[in-house]
């Protein structure tokens, strides 16, 4: 669509910082940029810097900023010195640009939540994850319009603004994936089956126990565990000795493709008993990743995909999750056959960032927003 491109100025505002490991934030950025805008990705604020920094960064039209904090414990201050303050600092931004930014695309609510200090300029509140939950409310009530990622969330923004759309999380597709190197290839020579799990290996929510009985009862698959973890945790100190592991730690986002090729089984395992944690875990980013390699996904409770359950093997409740486990090691050529991966790749496909800001456009319009 045309709606989101000619040069536009654009400021997102992310609660994580630019770096290797690409999260929704990172790929919304370098997307906007691909379609000719300025994009300036803000960083959490960094107390070692005395001024405003703004680098380059490997793609076209886009720029980080790096700044210390606005003000000291400015939440606490009364309301019109908060938005004053932080008004003032984007002029200060936009001088040191050389331009005044058109959009403001808010993608927490830590800080600059009172999204009335934007002026007149667009202001987008994006919530891609419900444990973003400290100024919820006044960042709804102030952008012109709000997206988010899961029924949960829609349904608490959407007592705060009207104007509520719910976007799938999106896919980044590269043209080519740098390949595995020789001896990361080593890692899956010896295995008849290998699975893997993506992520934090010490996030409080991942069920543990049900993964040391995975181990444990299966020791013909190799278990590829990717992502950072302390070896005092509780994951490592309890099967660190076992045979059947490969521990990756964290890697580069763009190696991950090349992990999941060459694994027969994808793993999501998380505690989705209670409401809380089904809210929480409703729509994991991982999921999106696994799809797009076509390979089966044996996955805990997802809310995200109760009406997708042709794309992933999901369990209601973590105590059936086993069975299915042990059903999918045995029926492999089934699960991961030719029909079956090219659906998953197809909804990948169907849902990357380039097609997401279709979406948003559309809404935008719709609204007579532009960006």
């Known amino acids: 669509m045309s709606d989101i491109k000619n040069e536009s100025n654009i400021l997102i505002i992310s609660p994580e910082s630019w770096h290797d490991h690409f999260v929704s934030k990172h790929h919304y950025a370098v997307t906007l940029a691909s379609r000719g805008n300025k994009v300036y990705f803000l960083e959490p604020p960094d107390n070692r810097l005395s001024e405003i920094s703004i680098k380059v960064t490997a793609y076209?039209?886009?720029?980080?900023?790096?700044?210390?904090?606005?003000?000291?414990?400015?939440?606490?201050y009364p309301a019109q010195l908060r938005r004053w303050l932080e008004a003032r600092w984007l002029a200060n931004v936009e001088q040191k640009i050389k331009s005044s930014f058109s959009s403001i695309w808010l993608f927490e609510n830590?800080?600059?939540f009172d999204m009335d200090f934007a002026g007149s300029r667009l202001k987008i509140?994006?919530?891609?994850?419900?444990?973003?939950?400290?100024h919820l409310a006044?960042?709804?009530?102030?952008?012109?319009?709000?997206?988010?990622?899961?029924?949960?969330?829609?349904?608490?923004?959407?007592?705060?603004?009207?104007?509520?759309?719910?976007?799938?999380?999106?896919?980044?597709?590269?043209?080519?994936?740098?390949?595995?190197?020789?001896?990361?290839?080593?890692?899956?020579?010896?295995?008849?089956?290998?699975?893997?799990?993506?992520?934090?290996?010490?996030?409080?929510?991942?069920?543990?126990?049900?993964?040391l009985e995975l181990i444990h009862?299966?020791?013909?698959?190799?278990?590829h565990f990717v992502g950072k973890y302390k070896?005092?945790?509780?994951?490592?100190?309890?099967?660190?000795?076992?045979?059947?592991?490969?521990?990756?730690?964290?890697?580069a986002s763009k190696l991950i493709p090349g992990i999941l090729s060459?694994?027969?089984?994808?793993?999501?395992?998380?505690?989705?008993?209670?409401?809380?944690?089904?809210?929480?875990?409703a729509s994991p980013h991982k999921l999106m990743e696994y799809l797009n390699s076509g390979k089966v996904t044996v996955a805990t409770y997802t809310d995200e995909y109760k009406d997708k359950r042709y794309f992933i093997e999901m369990v209601d409740d973590s105590k059936d999750f086993f069975t299915t486990f042990e059903k999918v090691v045995n029926n492999l050529s089934y699960y991961n056959s030719p029909e079956k991966q090219?659906?998953?790749?197809?909804?990948?496909?169907n849902n990357t960032y380039s097609r997401q800001l279709d979406t948003i456009a559309s809404y935008l319009k719709q609204h007579a927003f532009h960006l």
């Not at 606005?70 to 939440?75: E, F, P, Q, Y």
């Not at 945790?233 to 045979?243: H, I, P, Q, V, W």
């Not at 090219?342 to 496909?349: D, L, M, S, V």
């Open 262 to 281: 060459r694994c027969d089984i994808q793993l999501l395992t998380y505690k989705a008993n209670s409401e809380w944690e089904m809210e929480q875990l």
């Open 231 to 251: 070896e005092d945790a509780e994951l490592y100190s309890s099967c660190s000795n076992s045979e059947n592991i490969t521990w990756w730690g964290q890697i």
């Open 110 to 112: 830590s800080r600059f």
């Open 138 to 211: 006044k960042a709804a009530t102030t952008a012109d319009i709000c997206f988010c990622t899961t029924d949960f969330i829609k349904k608490t923004l959407i007592s705060y603004n009207d104007k509520v759309y719910k976007i799938h999380h999106g896919v980044s597709i590269p043209l080519t994936n740098p390949p595995l190197t020789e001896q990361q290839n080593e890692r899956f020579a010896n295995f008849k089956i290998n699975a893997v799990y993506i992520g934090n290996l010490d996030i409080p929510y991942l069920n543990i126990d049900l993964l």
């Open 60 to 76: 076209n039209s886009l720029w980080v900023i790096s700044t210390p904090l606005v003000a000291k414990g400015l939440r606490f």
């Open 342 to 349: 090219a659906e998953r790749i197809a909804f990948a496909k």
């Open 125 to 134: 509140y994006h919530q891609v994850d419900l444990n973003q939950n400290f």
């Open 217 to 223: 009862h299966f020791p013909e698959v190799q278990f």
